[in-house]
């Protein structure tokens, strides 16, 4: 199974700030990243496809890019709807794994 | 407006059986691949299996493989995932979600509210 690393755990940040999510695979994934983001009510939707491709509907202050065998979400200004769980999973091969996910918390 | 809700959750003791149900509504189902999600108490999430379009392809976890089965009637455009033999690990939210595969990537791009499965004595 390919494993991923997502850092960091929690993050506590401003409103305006900018951040950024990392994600690491235990093996290559091709650009087969995609980011979820899930509210405390437990809704879920998509952010982000095959690394860097905004899910329609979704503001473009979120951005999503790769740099080696590391993925990143960034959002550019933290808006207060922004404070959430962020999830990266893989749809490189089957079983399809997420990483153990992000709490983006108001500082 | 995509809609996806899932029913049939509750209470179960080990070893015993359960089957949820995903009624999905404002696409055509019979287009798209079918996945269940579930989610741990106070933890991340963990895909449990998928369904293709037309029901000839599945695909599980190895910690389900054998005692859960993922089906579909598109008739009725409705998912379902049959859970025997349940263990106190089982116990999650349980998400229903459609694929949209584009070839290249393949992802969830919509997903339910959740039902949530307790298992225990």
């Known amino acids: 199974d390919i494993q991923m690393t997502q850092s960091p755990s929690s993050l506590p940040a401003s409103l305006g700030e900018r951040v950024t999510i990392i994600c690491r695979a235990s093996q290559g994934i091709s650009n087969n990243l995609n980011w979820y983001q899930q509210k405390p009510d437990g809704t879920i939707k998509p952010l982000i496809y095959y690394t860097s491709n905004l899910q329609s509907g979704v503001p473009s202050s979120f951005s999503g890019s790769r740099s080696g065998t590391d993925y990143s979400l960034t959002i550019s200004s933290l808006e207060p709807e922004d404070f959430a769980m962020y999830y990266c999973?893989?749809?490189?091969?089957?079983?399809?794994?997420f990483g153990a996910g992000t709490k983006l918390e108001l500082k | 407006e995509v809609q996806l809700v899932e029913s049939g959750g509750g209470l179960v003791q080990p070893g015993r059986s359960l089957k949820l149900s995903c009624a999905a509504s404002g696409f055509t189902f019979s287009d798209y691949n079918m996945a269940w999600v579930r989610q741990a108490p106070k933890k991340g999430l963990e895909w449990v299996a998928t369904i293709s379009y037309d029901g000839s392809s599945t695909y599980y976890r190895d910690s389900v493989k054998g005692r859960f089965t993922i089906s579909r009637d598109n008739a009725k455009s409705t998912l379902y995932l049959q859970m025997d033999s349940l263990r106190s690990e089982d116990t999650a939210t349980y998400y229903c979600a459609r694929h949209v595969d584009y070839g290249y990537t393949d992802y969830f791009d919509y997903w339910g509210q959740g039902v949530m499965v307790t298992v225990s004595s």
């Open positions: 999973q893989q749809d490189a091969s089957f079983p399809y794994t």
